[in-house]
């Protein structure tokens, strides 16, 4: 809009002058016309201007600065890292100009104090693991400007005391006052509290906790494997934790060596110092002919301020070295924590006034001072006595910690798998090598591998109510298992199922019930040779608990388990399972087949296999858990029968005569998605004693059999059999994998 206006002012202008000749007037006319098209094309171009101007500011502020073609020019940290190396380790052999010294003194004595500064805002030591890197950088950076700055003295030393540039001229002129002999006594000293005090206390707790640390390692990471394993932490906070266990093993490490450097810069300075004073008396006389006087003033003033500029750096460089490795295992910054620990009991407090205010009255000393300090230390006590201590977070907490009420919400929470034990077991789940708790992460492992889907977590838990030597296992907190073991013997089984022939206290193995013996640990020897097989406590419980978990495998893959199962599927199943989940089945469903699966012993590990499969159940026509099973089972042949293969390399199966196949046929009604037997119970005991008939004259031949019947009777012969044998697996005859190899090692008739 204000273009057109202009331009229409313009315009208007122009016609005004050229129709206007009749008079002497039309020349001032022109002129004016002139001029005005001037300001109106001046104008245009002043808000064009600030309208580009304008655009160009915002496009900036909102980050479009990143796009600009200079950015791909500029090169990145790393590459500034690089450069700054080399231009430090340059500095050794090239010779300065006096401007780039002085820039490079005061980046030295900035970055001194930033460090130190950092230092005392730090929460934790690990939150600076740059520091031996850093330690590193700056002590090479002070070497190299020494190197720098001993060069000049030594060629320009006799022009003047701005030979070596203003800011050693500025140390060794207003520090020293003038006088050379006060600059050397205050250098010397600096060096004394840098090199005895600090780089030595420093370098010394440096080396102390980095070797107790690294010794501890051990211990915090069984410590973490045992909270894992007890249900305490989960796999990513358990990562976390060796991640920091690691940075701070590095860090440690890191700091033992790095104090070397700080150590090592004080030495060098010495011998930097006495090869400048000396060298350049010799240079000073020899070469220029200066007096001995003059010369000595000279050069000792140009050095000693040389010494002073690059020891206050490095003093504050081991200051803050000092203050990082001092913080030990105290959290919070320097000032939190003084003013807490110092400040926290108001006794210290009043007993410090006083002594202050008893030193107020001595004579000779003077007493505002004292009275000063008094009546603050006196005012902080009585603050501190009428108010509680506040904690690092700024939240006020009582001096005598009281007791907090668990909230209710707390007691509402089950344990899916609880592992109870009794006083006299507790020894195996601690020490250096808790054995319990590693066999149960390895339990774990185990069957995430075998059957598919990670157990939750057991939570190990004393209970002084049972006896010393039981256990219980509980599955969301009721009972299911338990037994009893010697935590100081050893168990004896023979592989025949009889009693072992060795002296000991007969016991029954709690897992499968064969009968076993307690022996000592000095016996395992001749247990071993007398082909038994012996055990420790820890395995006896480990190896209860894992059949206790694989009977309840179903009841273990809850809701939120099959989500996460379904969650941790590859990026490419996604689309599976989002196809599938929840437009043609809920994961309700999913979680039952699942279930169903798990109960029969079947890997579920193979998940898009079974996604698949129900998606094409669906397409089929099947509804109801059965059906999708059944027809699951089937795409799964392969797997299953590769499972049942025994050690003749082929699947022994059992058959049911043609007469019994025909009476479960004929006594199994219902409908097609839900189909039951309904079976005499006369019939029923006869068909389960052939069963159990079978199946102890099978036994015998160290062969675990598999049933193999029609796909209509497979659900319910897979009922009757897991109340005779639940080991023994039930197929039917569509599930037999084709390649399979199998051969009938009995009919039941």
């Known amino acids: 809009m204000l273009e057109l206006a202009i331009n229409r002012a313009a315009t208007t202008q122009k016609g005004t002058w050229f129709l206007d000749t009749a008079d002497g007037n039309s020349v001032k006319k022109a002129a004016a016309g002139k001029l005005a098209d001037r300001t109106a094309a001046a104008r245009v171009r002043f808000a064009s201007s600030s309208r580009h101007l304008t655009n160009a500011v915002g496009t900036l502020r909102n980050g479009g600065w990143k796009a600009l073609p200079w950015r791909t020019m500029v090169p990145g940290t790393d590459i500034g890292l690089a450069v700054g190396v080399v231009l430090l380790l340059s500095i050794l052999i090239l010779p300065l100009p006096t401007f780039i010294l002085d820039m490079g003194l005061s980046i030295s004595i900035t970055s001194s104090v930033l460090v130190l500064m950092v230092a005392l805002f730090l929460e934790r030591p690990l939150d600076f693991t740059s520091f031996p890197t850093l330690l ?55 060096l004394v509290v840098n090199f005895m005090v600090i780089t030595k206390g420093s370098g010394r707790i ?146 410090a006034a006083a002594l202050s205010a008893l030193f107020a009255l001595m004579p000779g000393l003077p007493a505002f001072p004292f009275l000063v300090i008094a009546i603050a230390a006196g005012t902080g006590a009585w603050l501190r006595s009428r108010a509680p201590a506040a904690d690092s977070d700024g939240d006020v907490t009582d001096i005598t910690p009281q007791p907090t009420a668990t909230p209710i919400s707390e007691v509402l929470k089950l344990d899916l798998l609880r592992l109870e034990l009794g006083f006299g077991l507790l020894p195996l789940t601690s020490g250096d090598t808790p054995q319990l708790a590693e066999q149960i992460k390895a339990l774990r492992r185990s069957v995430a591998t075998e059957m598919g889907f990670v157990t939750p977590p057991v939570r190990i838990q004393d209970n002084i109510h049972l006896p010393s030597e039981k256990y219980v296992i509980k599955l969301k907190e009721i009972e299911i298992a338990s037994g009893e073991v010697k935590p100081h013997k050893l168990l004896a089984m023979t592989p025949s199922g009889g009693v072992p022939p060795i002296p000991g206290e007969k016991t029954t193995e709690p897992a ?84 169903a699966l798990l109960a029969e012993r079947v890997s579920i590990r193979d998940l898009p296999t079974i996604l698949e499969s129900i998606q094409e159940a669906c397409g089929m026509g099947l509804r109801g858990i059965q059906p999708l099973t059944n027809h699951v089972r089937m795409r799964l042949s392969r797997q299953i029968c590769n499972t049942l293969v025994g050690p003749g390399g082929y699947i022994p199966i059992v058959t049911l005569s043609s007469k019994w196949e025909s009476d479960f046929m004929a006594h199994i009604t219902g409908p097609a998605e839900d189909r039951k037997l309904a079976m005499p119970p006369s019939m029923l005991n006869n068909f389960v004693g052939k069963l159990r008939d079978t199946f102890n004259a099978l036994s015998t031949n160290g062969e675990i059999p598999v049933i193999v019947v029609a796909s209509p009777v497979r659900d319910s012969m897979h009922a009757i059999v897991e109340r005779v044998r639940p080991s023994i697996s039930v197929l039917s005859q569509a599930e037999i994998y084709p390649r399979a190899r199998i051969k009938t090692v009995a009919t039941i008739s």
């Open 136 to 190: 590193l950088l700056t002590t090479l950076l002070r070497l190299s400007l020494e190197i720098a700055t001993t060069r000049l003295i030594l060629s320009h030393g006799s022009e003047g005391p701005y030979a070596a540039g203003h800011v050693v001229a500025a140390f060794g002129g207003f520090l020293m006052g003038g006088d050379v002999v006060i600059g050397g006594i205050v250098f010397c000293i600096l």
């Open 206 to 351: 440096a080396e102390v906790a980095a070797r107790f640390f690294l010794d501890s390692i051990p211990g915090k990471q069984m410590a973490i494997d045992a909270d894992l394993a007890s249900g305490a932490i989960n796999e990513r906070t358990a990562r976390i934790k060796r991640k920091e266990l690691e940075e701070e093993s590095a860090f440690y490490g890191s700091m033992d060596g790095a104090a070397k450097f700080v150590r090592g810069d004080a030495i060098a300075s010495i011998i930097i110092t006495a090869i400048n004073i000396v060298g350049g008396l010799t240079i000073g006389v020899l070469r220029h002919g200066m007096p001995l006087s003059e010369a000595a003033s000279t050069f000792t003033m140009l050095t000693v301020g040389d010494g002073l500029v690059s020891q206050i750096p490095a003093l504050l460089v081991s200051t803050a070295a000092g203050v990082v490795v001092t913080k030990g295992g105290t959290d919070g910054t320097a000032d939190v924590i003084l003013a807490r620990q110092l400040s926290g009991n108001p006794k210290p407090l009043g007993v």
């Open 512 to 595: 499968f019930g064969l009968p076993a013996v307690w022996i000592d640990p000095a016996q395992k020897t001749k247990a071993m040779a007398m082909n038994c097989t012996v055990v420790d406590p820890a395995s006896v419980i480990v190896t209860h608990l894992s059949e206790i978990v694989r009977q309840n495998l179903p009841d273990l893959l809850t809701y939120v388990a099959t989500q996460a199962l379904l969650d941790d599927m590859p990026r490419e199943q996604q689309k599976l399972v989002n196809d599938l989940i929840p437009s043609q089945v809920p994961l309700s469903t999913v979680q039952r087949v699942l279930q």
